[in-house]
């Protein structure tokens, strides 16, 4: 990673908070997380022998109630990219009105060459080094980048053995048995759809003719496309780490044809198959640089930090953007693209959904009342909607960009807590 993102989540804060017009004591604190935990995860390996891990917790912000933010297990984990994750939960539960603080967890460590029992031990050790800072009223994590719902049921169960009590709402997005939410598998892709129908009805783009190219078919990529292509959007490429598949004629594919081909060979290669009929005629293999410059209506980054910068930012030829990663696009990329006209719809709003239905689950679990699938979906529409709709007359109003109208929202109710709280007094 070419950028530290830590100091452009501080220049995106600057810039905002000049037209926020919010208090310097509340700017200066905010530049800095009220506390950062770390740790080394020692594991035994099914060879016996013992592993190291590197492990953060950073706890940014929680004026407006408990630390929230996912556990990402990722080689390429470092404490400035927690930092400004955790950050951005800030941002996020902010704009979008829920009432949680912001943090992010982090495990240098390469998960895709360890097995199910390594990976349970990794997880059982990140609650024991961390859980005297972890609780429903203190600090709740989630999953993130290659940590999953079996992940929060291990360390939602090392928490009860190591706490003594058995506390779901400690973690979020857990297997449903065990306290998790009907919709949270989903809810960051849906959500982001939701904000894509905002965003179209703005631009006026109609429905059966909007083309749409989604970088990362993880949790989030899949989703997003799963649920924009049901609403009858054309998805025409899509990515992930080894690459993807375009489909050249531009009538759209359905992304569990493509799931199937990813799970029966391991990646998304340039046939497109429905049922044993492939087409290779039709559609091609694209590299995850190609599928950013493609001439689609709207692009979806959904996969990792950093991946529009300036060096590749003129080459991007979409209509529009919506962030559902963190932090895909680079300052001096939002420059350029806003001084274009080209709308980005930020990452602290657009992928919100995830982190609104964790606060559902939360609520669930703290009151013991369930709600169904429907009720969770109705709900996230209704905060979607809202804060999309808060944040584009901000941005209106002014005459900015659409991240730092979500970032004035933001840190305007993050300061009124603050001042409500003291907490800019000694
Ligand atoms: P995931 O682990 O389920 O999927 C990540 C995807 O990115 C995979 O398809 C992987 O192959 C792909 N990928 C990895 N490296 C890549 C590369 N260099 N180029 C292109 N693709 C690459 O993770 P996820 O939960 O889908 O998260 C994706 C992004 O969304 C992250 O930035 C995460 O922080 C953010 N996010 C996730 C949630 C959530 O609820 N899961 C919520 C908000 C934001």
């Known amino acids: 990673m070419s950028e530290n993102p830590f100091s452009n989540a501080m220049r995106q804060l600057k810039k905002a908070a000049e037209v926020a017009d919010i208090d310097p004591a509340v700017l200066e604190k905010i530049q800095r997380p009220q506390r950062i935990l770390e740790a080394t995860l020692t594991v035994t390996m099914d060879d016996g022998s013992t592993k190291n891990f590197p492990a953060f917790r950073v706890q940014y912000n929680d004026a407006r109630g408990p630390f929230k933010g996912g556990i990402r297990f990722y080689n390429k984990v470092n404490i400035h990219e927690v930092k400004a994750l ?40 990140w609650v024991r080094a961390f859980y005297k800072y972890l609780g429903p009223r203190v600090d709740v994590p989630a999953p993130d980048v290659y940590t999953t719902p079996q992940i929060m049921g291990w360390m939602v169960d090392e928490y009860a053995r190591v706490s003594g009590g058995w506390e779901p709402a400690t973690f979020t997005g857990k297997p449903l048995s065990i306290g998790g939410s009907e919709g949270r598998t989903e809810a960051t892709g849906f959500g982001g759809a939701m904000i894509f129908e905002q965003l179209l009805a703005k631009l006026k783009l109609k429905k059966g003719k909007t083309t749409v190219a989604v970088q990362g078919f993880g949790n989030v990529g899949y989703y997003v496309a799963e649920r924009l292509h049901d609403l009858g959007y054309k998805i025409v490429a899509v990515s992930d780490s080894k690459g993807g598949i375009f489909d050249k004629r531009n009538i759209g594919m359905d992304p569990r044809n493509i799931m199937k081909m990813k799970k029966d060979k391991g990646m998304i290669d340039g046939c497109y198959c429905k049922g044993s009929v492939c087409d290779c005629e039709n559609y091609t293999k694209i590299s995850n640089e190609q599928l950013l410059q493609l001439p689609v209506d709207v692009l979806i980054p959904a996969a990792l930090e950093n991946v529009i910068t300036k060096k590749n930012v003129g080459k991007v030829k979409a209509k529009a953007i919506i962030e559902m990663a ?23 709003l657009s992928n919100a959904g995830g982190v609104t239905v964790s606060y559902f689950e ?18 996230l529409h209704e905060i979607m909607k809202k804060s999309f709709d808060d944040v584009w007359s901000i941005a209106t109003e002014k005459k900015v960009d659409l991240r730092t109208g979500a970032y004035v929202v933001a840190l305007r109710r993050i300061a009124e807590a603050m001042k409500a709280r003291g907490m800019t007094n000694s």
């Open 86 to 125: 955790a950050f951005w939960m800030v941002m996020k539960t902010g704009v979008v009105g829920i009432p949680m603080g912001g943090g992010k967890g982090g495990v240098v460590v390469d998960v895709k060459t360890m097995s199910a029992g390594e990976i349970e031990r990794l997880s059982r050790a």
């Open 326 to 348: 963190n932090g895909p696009l680079t300052p001096d990329a939002d420059e350029k693209l806003f001084k274009k006209g080209i709308p980005v719809v930020p990452d602290i």
């Open 362 to 379: 939360w609520a669930q679990n703290t009151s013991g009342l369930y709600w169904t699938k429907d009720q969770v979906l109705l709900k």
